[in-house]
């Protein structure tokens, strides 16, 4: 058994440390997810606390044959989901750099981080999909159960992300010497 | 691995993230309040070890209070003559034939339309073996 499924074992059996120790391997992977999915810093932090209030609640229904991050993933877009739908704040709107939380977190030197411009490119679902696979090396499989979306669509979307995002680069690369 | 999954993989990375001591400190807090929800069902109501037998014996006395009521009624006599016997055995119902015939308009005596009606067929017979040819 992995160290992470005893930690979760041990969470359900009413382990807080256990728990605590699972948000402590998880809380920046998820707050530079969330970072890119909110309007704020602020909405991203309230994202993630809920995620794990809510993972915490409803560990008793974490099913092990999940991989335990594709599951907090998943709770995880959804509250990104309703914090967004609450605040009804389009990317679009984030035109200044004040507002975007996203920017924030890229030094001034890399503006032209590749998710910066692939946030601009893709849709919400095919974007979450992208990070999820190239960022976090998920499986076609666990993207698509975070998702709730067919194994088709994931790889059709990832397959269409890579095209959009191939002819940005090289249109960037066209346009000045380097990229990134 | 291809140049644009390094490329997003280093970008991925390039994105700097921390979280405060605050953000710790109010998961933390908020974790404390959080009484994780158990997959047991809500224990079922507890009833006096009697009920069992209670309800039992209602049901049985309803049931001969019920009986009793039943046969204490007076029977109804009926009569030997309203008595029909029916056939356990349903009737065998028979094809209807569509026979092509005419009512005859009757106007005389019955005799005489009786032959008639006989000298009619036998006209009619003759007509038909002359047709065939016999």
Redesign the interface.
């Known amino acids: 058994m992995s160290d992470e499924l005893k930690l979760i074992s041990a969470a359900?059996a009413?382990s807080?440390e256990a728990?605590?120790d699972l948000?402590n391997s998880y809380?920046?992977r998820l707050?530079?997810f969330l970072?890119?999915r909110c309007s704020s810093h602020a909405d991203a932090?309230d994202a993630?606390?809920d995620t794990?209030?809510a993972a915490?609640?409803?560990?008793?229904?974490y099913d092990p044959r999940w991989r335990f991050s594709t599951w907090l993933y998943r709770i995880a877009i959804r509250n990104a989901q309703k914090i967004r739908s609450e605040n009804v704040v389009e990317f679009g709107d984030l035109s200044d750099e004040e507002s975007d939380p996203?920017l924030h977190?890229?030094?001034a030197s890399?503006t032209e981080?590749?998710?910066l411009c692939?946030r601009r490119v893709l849709k919400d679902d095919v974007f979450t999909a992208?990070?999820l696979r190239?960022?976090e090396d998920m499986s076609i499989n666990d993207i698509s159960k975070a998702l709730d979306r067919s194994d088709s669509w994931t790889k059709v979307n990832l397959m269409r992300a890579?095209k959009a995002?191939?002819s940005e680069?090289n249109s960037n690369l066209n346009g000045s010497e380097a990229?990134? | 691995m291809d140049k644009l999954a390094t490329q997003l993989k280093q970008d991925a990375a390039r994105i700097e993230v921390q979280v405060s001591d605050e953000l710790d400190r109010r998961i933390a807090v908020s974790l404390q309040g959080v009484t994780p929800l158990t997959p047991e069902s809500p224990p079922a109501r507890q009833r006096p070890a009697f009920f069992w037998w209670a309800s039992s014996l209602t049901g049985v006395a309803a049931a001969l209070a019920i009986i009793a009521i039943v046969n204490s009624q007076p029977q109804p006599t009926v009569p030997l003559e309203q008595v029909v016997a029916t056939s356990p055995v349903p009737e065998a119902t028979t094809p209807t034939i569509d026979w092509k015939t005419e009512s005859a308009m009757l106007t005389r005596p019955l005799q005489r339309e009786l032959e008639d009606l006989q000298s009619d067929i036998k006209k009619a017979e003759e007509k038909v073996k002359r047709d065939i040819g016999l």
């Open positions: 359900k009413g807080a728990f605590a948000v809380k920046i707050l530079r970072l890119t932090e993630l606390q794990f209030i915490y609640r409803y560990l008793h229904s996203l977190c890229i030094a890399e981080n590749l998710w692939a992208t990070w190239y960022a890579r995002l191939d680069m990229y990134g």
